[in-house]
């Protein structure tokens, strides 16, 4: 009965799935999506789409998988279309068509199959042979063997290995004959090799003759065939005694072995002399003869071969352990496990995996540390039959990772440790849009029994119109369609969820809605214990809903054991995810809210966004709704409600960090700096000790306080975050301009330096470095210059007196910036950057500036945009008075008039604005409120912030036009940020 309601349940979901792509067909899709659409639909069986497929594949007969899709087809129709393509020569893929020919055993294939054996192509040929051995018996063995002469050798020892395997003796006098008339020993030594399968006294004479020959392999293969015969030991022990002192490894040790089940006495010094021995290559063969005889006795041979210096030595006898006692074999592992070679300690990880007593530690500690894909993917395999909290979260934290195998290898292990409900938890962590990332989570989701995601991707599938190049589903699709066809060697938890009741049952409960009515009168008194049913119109099939999980188990990030109040930890296996004590005592949720918990773990958000609002509407006390409506207004970028959201749900529980973590995100992209600072240090805490957990939160809170003007308290974060990472160059960048407003420029100037160096020239932060040093530049020369005489320079016209200060020591800038300055732009005075930085002065003319006294240029006048495009604007009608940029170096104090000045009673000039940058790059936008935004542009570390129009131009400046750079894209977020996940949001069209 079980078996029945599986099948009945296969056919309903693969015609559901035929049902929605067969629109597909006959679309404006490319013509690889419709192809790929057809394959599906064949793989569904539904007696709907055979004339669908049968009529795409004779409109398109060379394309792969039209041809795979007809081998799905029954066997009469597809044979008829697959054998009359395959005969005709100008055909293309008929490699493919024969290979699918295998499939169906039919009188015409297997003469069809005869005559490829000669096709001119050799790739049919290759693929006919691999079919008649698909079929195999004695017609399909001694056809091959009429072609075992194939003068294609890749064809002929292909048909030779397979004439062996099959062990049709008819086809020995053809092999014997084959093997006295070749002339090539290394062909022999391979045919030697596939007679020896025969295991047949008959061909003795044949493996005697090898023992003869002059060839090593050819000897090696002849002994070891000698070996598997079954002859008298004594005649065994007389043809290969001579060869166990044979300076070839591989001969003596396919001697050892020959005689190691009958003489294990005589074979034991010999290899002891192997394990002993300086040749590399004889230590290897004694690794791999360790793992072919009887275990006993061998231990300390083994663990000094465990030692070896050789990895090949060491990985060989890994892979030889199995035959040894489990608890010598652990022993030995845990040795192994980590070892310098990664390959020693990828098998040492597997084999440990079947070891329930091994210890975690050591896997946990690789999986740290490990950074090859298939070891990690090793490791996690490890944690998916030995369950542990801390390898789920470390695990975890790895499914961002750009190897779409390691993420693959997260969702296969978290599946199989906490099933559907691990699933769901990194749901929103998921990139979806890689394919092969979707697909190994719709396929792992489905063969976990969660059926109603393969309705999600069918829904998305059909959806895409118009002309699409791919269609990112079908793999998904596909993917699931061949679970179904596992039939009784599908997922046994898939195979349970198909064996439930399907829809004859339910009738009786389909009259139960009308009983939520007098449910409020009665739920005082005693609450239902069941769960409650599904809303209408949810679209989800008809199933037991899932246990709700807590929120801390519907977010992105697993809590650490005893973080928060409604932290809770997963069970060791997923039979532990059952309904607990625990919940039972807590309120019943609304209907509505476990709604919407479920479709957010779909990410179907949405649906979910109307049902978390359904039940804060109904149960507005229910600020949990206030969360996950916060983190979905958060995934649309409605930052505005994500904010009046959370803030609600924080008032009630302010340290939850999840939420807090969303929040802080949600600050940074209103530009509400003070605020983040406070969200930020109530995460970090009080003097926080920077280390790999807060690294990001610390640049984050580095960068607000810049933007709050707290550069002293920005300096002290981000000489924390340099502690720990002195390489990344943005958190340099930022740190070097708190150092540039704190006036500590030499160390803002080697900070720069290295950024210089590390980031290429071009790049947007090389720019932005490049601003910052002219601005230092620029500083030091303001702060050095002045007449060589010690005088003052005169004041201009209507400037403000600066206060006297100390002069600073002379800074010898690098060899780049000894270069003499060009010639000034007509026009305009020459720029004079003094004697004091070892440059050479520009030529003085008379009545300019520079021999008048007149103070140095402001670089801060200068407009970078005009310079970068080299724009060059009408000079203006005379030069005005230069301003020093008084507040980088103090508050000016209004004096009297200068003499030069053009009225005697000028008025004092008015007080000067906060200290202001402008760098290359982007800028914040103009709120109307400029004190809440400094004038600066950081590189963000997780996004960039809005672009500007371009400035208009300013009058042409002295300094030559610097070549415009190409801008850094700006599409792809910085390197380990961007997208922090979005639940099962899979990419719109």
């Not at 789409?49 to 039209?66: G, I, K």
């Not at 060491?314 to 010598?328: G, Q, Y």
């Not at 030091?780 to 403000?800: C, E, I, K, N, R």
């Not at 520079?850 to 005379?878: M, Y």
């Amino acid at each position: 009965m079980s078996q029945t309601i599986i099948d009945t349940r296969i056919q309903s979901i693969c015609a559901e799935a035929a049902a929605r792509l067969a629109p597909i067909i006959g679309s404006k899709a490319s013509l690889a999506v419709q192809a790929q659409t057809v394959k599906i639909l064949a793989k569904t069986h539904a007696p709907t789409v055979t004339e669908t497929v049968a009529t795409f594949f004779q409109t398109h007969p060379d394309l792969e998988d039209s041809i795979l899709a007809v081998a799905e087809l029954p066997a009469d129709l597809a044979v008829g279309l697959l054998t009359t393509r395959v005969r005709e020569k100008r055909a293309e893929n008929r490699d493919i068509i024969a290979e699918q020919l295998g499939r169906f055993r039919h009188p015409v294939v297997f003469e069809t199959l005869k005559d490829l054996l000669e096709d001119e192509d050799r790739h049919v040929r290759f693929q006919a042979a691999q079919s008649l051995y698909a079929l195999g018996g004695r017609d399909a063995a001694l056809a091959l063997c009429r072609f075992i002469s194939d003068p294609d050798e890749w064809i002929s020892m292909t048909i030779l290995k397979m004439l062996c395997r099959l062990k049709e003796h008819e086809s020995i006098p053809f092999l014997a004959e084959q093997f006295t008339k070749d002339t090539d020993l290394r062909r022999k030594a391979q045919m030697v090799s596939f007679l020896s399968m025969f295991r047949s006294v008959t061909l003795v004479n044949i493996f005697d003759e090898g023992l003869k020959g002059k060839d090593a392999r050819l000897k090696a293969n002849s002994i070891e065939a000698i070996g598997e015969l079954e002859l008298p030991q004594r005649e065994i022990k007389q043809r290969i005694e001579p060869f166990l002192q044979d300076p070839n490894n591989r001969i003596r040790a396919n001697a050892i072995l020959a005689l190691a089940k009958t003489e294990p006495e005589v074979v034991r010094p010999e290899i002891v002399k192997m394990v002993m021995s300086s040749d590399v290559q004889l230590r290897r063969s004694a690794a791999y003869i360790l793992g072919q005889i009887n275990p006993a006795g061998n231990e300390e041979l083994v663990e000094r071969l465990i030692a070896d210096p050789s990895a090949d030595v060491r990985k060989r006898m890994v892979l030889s352990l199995r035959p040894f006692p489990r608890e010598f074999v652990q022993k030995q592992l845990e040795r192994t496990i980590t070892d310098e070679n990664k390959w020693i300690r990828k098998f040492s990880i597997e084999q440990a995996a079947t070891f329930p007593q091994f210890p975690k530690a050591l896997i946990i500690k690789q999986l740290r540390t490990e950074t090859t894909y298939p070891n990690l993917v090793a490791c996690m395999e490890f944690f998916a039959r030995h369950p542990d909290e801390e390898a789920a979260r470390l695990i975890r934290q790895r499914v961002k990772d750009k190897r779409d195998q390691v993420v693959a290898g997260v969702i296969r292990s978290i599946g199989a440790m906490f099933g559907l409900k691990g699933l769901q938890a990194i749901a929103p962590q998921i990139n979806y849009k890689d394919p092969k990332i979707l697909k190994s989570f719709v396929v792992t989701h489905f063969s976990l029994g969660g059926i109603e995601i393969l309705t999600s991707i069918l829904e998305k599938a059909s959806q895409l119109k118009g002309t699409a190049i791919d269609n990112p589903y079908l793999d998904s699709i596909e993917g699931c369609i061949d679970l179904l066809n596992l039939k009784a060697k599908m997922p046994k938890e898939l195979a349970a969820e198909l064996a439930r009741p399907l829809a004859p049952e339910p009738p009786p409960a389909v009259a139960a809605p009308p009983r939520p009515a007098p449910r409020p009168t009665t739920a005082p008194a005693a609450p239902a214990p069941g769960p409650a049913p599904a809303p209408s119109g949810t679209g989800l099939p008809a199933e037991p809903p899932l246990t709700v999980p807590s929120l801390a188990e519907g977010l992105p990030e697993m809590p650490a054991a005893g973080e928060g109040e409604g932290a809770e930890a997963p069970g060791p296996l997923p039979a532990a995810a059952g309904p607990r004590p625990r919940e039972k005592a807590k309120p019943k949720l609304p209907a509505e809210f476990q709604a919407g918990l479920k479709y957010f773990n779909l990410g179907k958000y949405a649906k979910a966004k109307k049902a978390f609002q359904a039940a804060l509407d109904a149960h507005p006390d229910l600020v949990k709704a206030c969360l996950y409506l916060g983190l979905i207004a958060y995934e649309e970028k409605d930052f505005d409600n994500a904010r009046m959201y959370l803030q609600r749900f924080l008032a009630t529980d302010p340290h939850h960090k999840k939420a807090v973590t969303v929040m802080a995100k949600v600050l940074k992209n209103l530009r509400e700096w003070p605020a983040l600072v406070e969200t930020l240090e109530g995460l970090l805490g009080p003097d926080f000790t920077c280390n790999e957990g807060n690294l990001k939160l610390a640049k984050e809170l580095g960068s607000a306080y810049i933007f709050c003007h707290a550069f002293e308290k920005a300096q002290a974060v981000l000489e924390k975050v340099f502690r720990l990472d002195p390489t990344d160059p943005q958190s340099n960048y930022h740190l070097a301009m708190c150092c540039f407003h704190l006036k500590e420029f030499t160390k803002a100037e080697s900070l720069l330096r290295d950024i210089l160096r590390q980031v290429p020239k071009g790049d947007r932060l090389n720019m932005m470095a490049e601003s910052l040093m002219d601005k230092i530049r620029q500083s030091l020369t303001t702060g050095l210059g002045g007449d060589s005489s010690g005088q003052a320079a005169p004041v201009p016209p209507g400037a403000p007196t600066v206060p006297t200060a100390a002069p600073a020591p002379r800074v010898s800038p690098p060899p780049a910036f000894q270069a003499p300055p060009p010639s000034p732009a007509p026009g305009l005075p020459p720029l004079d950057l003094g004697e004091d930085l070892n440059l050479p002065p520009a030529p003085s003319e008379p009545g300019s500036p520079a021999a008048s006294g007149k103070p140095f240029l402001d670089l801060s006048e200068l407009d970078v945009d005009a310079l970068e495009e080299g724009t060059e604007p009408a000079p203006p009608p005379a030069p005005e008075p230069l301003d020093l940029d008084a507040p980088l170096f103090g508050t000016p104090a209004p004096g009297p008039a200068s003499p030069a000045s053009p009225g005697p009673s000028a008025p004092a000039a008015p007080p000067p604005e906060p200290p202001t940058l402008t760098f290359l790059g982007d800028v914040p936008a103009e709120t109307g409120d400029t004190e809440s935004l400094p004038a600066i542009t950081m590189p963000g570390t997780l996004d960039e912030l809005p672009e500007l129009p371009p400035a208009p131009p300013k009058p042409a400046s002295p300094f030559p036009p610097r070549p415009v750079a190409p801008k850094k894209p700006t599409g792809e977020p910085p390197a380990g940020e961007g997208d922090d996940g979005g639940g099962f949001n899979l990419p719109p069209i």
